[in-house]
């Protein structure tokens, strides 16, 4: 209960900040909910009024029925005209708010939690179910305006009418039912929604959609995705069926007590302790029962269903309040490095997962050096990345900057530290001024240094190629837009990621993939250039890389294997020694010169 409340109070909050005034006019809206009552009450007077022949009466009646009427009129043309325009604006503050939650929290490891990719996901699907909430809230509270004005009036007629309550109250436990199946119904459609709809992107992926049409994959995607989506629906409607044949069996029951309000009236009347009038309010207001208690019992159930989405945004912003309490850090991030970066048996395992990506890691990187880390696939390279940029925090052991616990430090602080290139790198379609400037948001528009980044990356020329120059829109599905090579697009990746001006760490994830081993040998090795001499920050270079031409430049080198270094030195320092290095960078060697005789270390 004290969560509903909770949920309510966000809306009403929201409300309230997205629109005072909005809100404050929607107060007037239950006083045309009285109508039913008032109704009936001047209906009871036309009819007395016009069996006594009493004028006066009638009058009174007339006038009070076209008064009610004017106040209906005024009351809902005006609460639903200010209910719909506020009821866009708090789903437009709910929807803004849940991107800005999801996207604000500090790692990645709620990627990796199916429990928050559920919850995440009903929110998704329940934006609009968000945006009537409020719709819902005040509509339900105009029904028990009428709900409880109609029993009051029906009391005063009679208080034994009331007993037609208990037959229209059997909707109470109806819908808390209906809302207990429909709950399990969720949380089991749950993972099959987030699977059709991760189907249903690859049917309209670009990515994907070579790679589909290559393996004849269409058919079978989309077979899964029908298959999926149904199967999603299914727990859903299973519901909906059983609770239609409940409401069937409630309609009736009231239906046999309403028969019998009726009865006691007439018989009222036959005993002459009722008028006319009154028997033809009560039997006005008895019809008006069911709709008067079961209406917002029925909307308690919608309701209910609304406050749980708000519940689920209160349970996300709870949960980003937590993460960021925990994860965001108070120490301010160094301005420079002396020492480096030391690990100090750092283990690590992703959430969910039981297997060790790192084990036992302790290295030291020293201050303003080029490091690159070597390694086969999986064996945790892009892991040390994603531990040294705080998108994951060590499960075990610390990582230290300078001596300092880099879980201690402010965590935005430090990311406005670093800088990095992936090669799952983000293809921003904005402006290519703003897809390589969005690396350094001060200097977003300046268009040097865009330009001078973008040729350190080696990628000046794709500007030369863009028919709007660093104007032109990129991504083919906007207007005007021009679509990049994947090369080009990586090479814009390049140039985000050197447009800082004094990062502390930079990364550089295997972010050259698609540049041949000639052309990324002579980019790394230009950038190890600069990025030695500016060791007055003690800048630290990490480089990933699968080519050993590149790799070889690098003042260390990182082993990985398995989750652990397995050796660590200069590039003549492990070839001597002979081991993995040594055994790789030879099979490369060998690969590149297919004629020549195997090189020996
Ligand atoms: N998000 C994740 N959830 C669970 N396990 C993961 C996740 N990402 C990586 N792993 C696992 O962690 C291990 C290390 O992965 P990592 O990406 O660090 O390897 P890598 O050395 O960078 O490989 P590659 O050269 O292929 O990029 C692998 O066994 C991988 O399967």
Known sequence: MREQW???????????????????????????????????????????????????????GAAGITATRVLWFLGRWTGSWIRNRLTEEVGFALDREIASLSSGLPGLEHHERPEYQDRLEMLRQQQGVLGSSLNTLIYTGNTVVTGVSTLAALAFVSPWLLLLVPFALTALPIAAVQQRWLREAEGLSAPLHRRARHLQALTVDRGAGMELRVFGLENEVLDRFRHAAAEAQRPVLRVARRGALLDAAGDLLFLAGFAGAVAFMLWRARQGQATAGQVVMAVYLAQQVRSGVVEPIRLAGFLGEMLRAAGRMLWLQDY????????????????????????????????????????????????????ALVGENGAGKTTIVKL???????????????????ATLEVGAWRRRLSAAFQDFARFEFAAQHTVGAGDLARVDDRP?????????????????????????LGARWDGGVDLSTGQWQKLALGRALMRMDPLVVFFDEPTASLDALAEHALFARYAREARSGTERGAITLLVSHRFSTVRSADLILVISGGGVSELGGHDELLRHGGLYAQLYLMQANAYQPDAEPVAP
């Open 388 to 406: 040294l940029s705080r998108m994951y925090e060590p499960t075990e052991g610390r990582i230290l900057v300078d001596g300092v616990d880099l």
């Open 320 to 371: 980003a309040r937590e993460m960021s309490a925990a994860r965001a850090g108070t120490v301010a991030a160094p301005e420079r490095l002396v020492d480096g970066i030391v690990f100090d048996r750092v283990s690590f395992r992703y959430p969910g997962t039981d297997r060790w990506a790192l084990r036992d890691v302790s290295l030291r990187i020293p201050a303003g050096s080029v490091v």
């Open 449 to 473: 240094s865009v330009r001078a980044a973008l040729e350190r990356a080696g990628g000046g020329h794709v500007l030369d190629t863009l028919p709007g120059g660093v104007d032109t829109q």
């Open 6 to 60: 909770r949920a309510v109070l966000l809306l009403v909050r929201t409300a309230w900040r997205t629109d005072p005034w909005r809100s404050a006019g929607l107060l007037l809206e239950p006083i045309s909910f009285l109508r039913f009552p008032l109704f009936a009450w001047f209906l009871g007077f036309m009819v007395d009024g016009a069996l006594r022949h009493d004028a006066r009466l009638l009058a009174t």
